[in-house]
């Protein structure tokens, strides 16, 4: 089992930087890849990074290319976010999961463990 807890959200200005992190608990956190996602309001949830165990590789949704960075921690058991030039198009929950296998995936099913989720609006 993982638990995850994600930090960081809130509200920003159009252009601004927000850092988001997600707490691992529950077992070996170098073991697992780990994934963002996030949700706007009335749209699926969609894939914006992922990284692998030991943030060798990482991927990123074209959307989110060149202004969003995914990194990790693995002696702290942490993963991060850092998205920077942000629109109003970034609004939304956005969510870390992990998967207990050493590569990263874009797909939502493909990740067993999910965080609750922490609100980012960028306001114009």
């Known amino acids: 089992q993982v638990q995850l807890v994600e930090s960081g959200g809130a509200l920003v200005q159009a252009g601004g930087s927000l850092r988001l992190s997600c707490a691992a608990s529950?077992?070996?956190?170098?073991?697992?890849?780990m994934g963002w996602f996030r949700q706007a309001p009335g749209k699926e949830r969609e894939f914006v990074s992922t990284i692998n165990w030991s943030g060798t590789s990482t991927y990123y949704a074209d959307s989110v290319k060149g202004r969003f960075t995914i990194s990790r921690d693995n002696a702290k058991n942490m993963a991060y976010l850092q998205m920077n030039s942000l629109t109003p198009e970034d609004t939304a929950v956005y969510y870390c999961a992990a998967r207990a296998t050493i590569a990263g995936s874009k797909f939502p099913y493909e990740y067993a463990y999910w965080g609750q989720g922490t609100p980012v609006t960028v306001s114009s």
């Open positions: 529950g077992r070996t956190f170098g073991g697992i890849a």
